[in-house]
């Protein structure tokens, strides 16, 4: 009778514990259900008439890839925040009253190089005279490769060409769109495969860029020219700081105006936009060449990094003028985060820096 009801409590306790197991399975997956139904959908939409693809965020813009061939390179313009900020410049393509009209190459948040076999695609612009053309190189898109919305990513292929009608490099890239509460990810990875002998000879004019709204500069009191919101170019002697609060930090420590030619694994830029804290940082990567890369990061709206800029960021102590032979490839790798609501303290992004440079 004993071992009866033994065996009859053992049934009892095994089919209550594999019930048990069931309901905590089934909620585990109901739990990843619901986070996977709340994660933010990203969206592509092909706007082939404008030469643009639209990238939103759970409905709400984010920034788009554009190759209309209006600046002589793709880029992300503009760039948002989850709140709706705008975080790059508008000149030349939709000028904002009060925005600066220098640099007309400065457009949205682009890839290129100042010297590259003698030609330069940085500078490379609408306002270069026909006369001067045969200096300069041109990026020009080919095609899109692949959309993935479920991942956020995007694929796309360009060629950096020549005057004369060659083929240097091809480039791949995939974008990797994100939002994880108030910060939106923007990371990028391209491959340059090298269709000639191809040189990067040191300069300071590169590589990964972003020209910055008005409210993210540093406060100057330089001269500038300014635009109105027709675009009417105005110079004034002493620079109107008004709404103006940017500031830079470096991982290092460096802060302000002295970031500029300081090597750092990232660097964050953030200012006031509308009362609300708005941020940009960048991250390196180490698999990138000269990591950690120097920075080109200007008080006036230029944030950049220049990983082959090494001998006029050391002031000669350092040389790289690196080259890709025919055939040979380099990759290059960013995360941009874009944070708005609160300051991004460093510990977040040394954190975001970690997670980035896992793979």
Not at 131 to 152: F, L, M, N, P, W
Request: glycine share 8%; charged share 25%; aromatic share 10%.
């Amino acid at each position: 009778m004993q071992k009866k009801i033994s065996l009859c409590f053992l049934l009892t306790a095994f089919v209550l514990f594999s019930c048990k197991e069931k309901k905590n399975e089934a909620a585990v997956e109901n739990q990843a259900s619901t986070e996977m139904e709340q994660s933010p959908k990203i969206t592509f939409t092909n706007d082939e008439a404008n030469k643009k693809v639209v990238v939103k965020i759970d409905g709400q813009p984010f920034t788009s890839y554009v190759y209309d061939g209006q600046t002589p390179k793709p880029i992300l313009y503009p760039i948002l925040t989850k709140s709706g900020k705008i975080v790059t410049r508008g000149f030349p393509f939709a000028p904002r009253p009060n925005e600066r009209v220098d640099h007309p190459h400065h457009a949205g948040y682009w890839l290129n190089y100042g010297d590259v076999n003698g030609l330069d695609f940085w500078n490379n612009s609408y306002a270069i005279p026909a006369a001067e053309k045969h200096k300069y190189g041109t990026i020009y898109h080919q095609e899109i490769v692949a959309e993935d919305e479920a991942k956020g990513t995007l694929s796309v292929k360009a060629m950096w060409r020549s005057p004369d009608g060659t083929d240097l490099l091809e480039e791949n890239t995939e974008f990797t769109f994100s939002e994880v509460g108030d910060t939106r990810y923007i990371d990028r990875v391209t491959t340059l495969n090298a269709l000639e002998d191809v040189s990067f000879k040191d300069n300071k004019e590169g590589m990964i860029g972003i020209r910055v709204a008005r409210e993210l500069e540093l406060p100057s009191d330089k001269p500038a020219i300014y635009t109105d919101s027709e675009g009417n170019e105005t110079t004034v002697e002493s620079a109107n700081n008004d709404g103006v609060s940017g500031d830079y930090l470096g991982s290092e420590g460096a802060t302000g105006e002295s970031v500029w030619g300081t090597r750092n694994k990232w660097v964050k830029l953030e200012g006031n936009i509308a009362d609300e804290v708005v941020s940009i940082t960048l991250i390196d990567h180490p698999k990138n060449v000269g990591y950690p890369t120097y920075w080109h990061a200007r008080g006036y709206g230029l944030f950049a990094a220049n990983p082959l800029g090494q001998a006029i960021f050391s002031e000669g102590k350092e040389i790289l003028d690196f080259k890709l032979q025919k055939s040979e490839s380099v990759t290059f790798r960013y995360r941009m985060m874009i944070h708005n609501g609160s300051e991004l303290s460093k510990a977040i992004i040394d954190g975001a820096f970690e997670d980035f440079n896992k793979n």
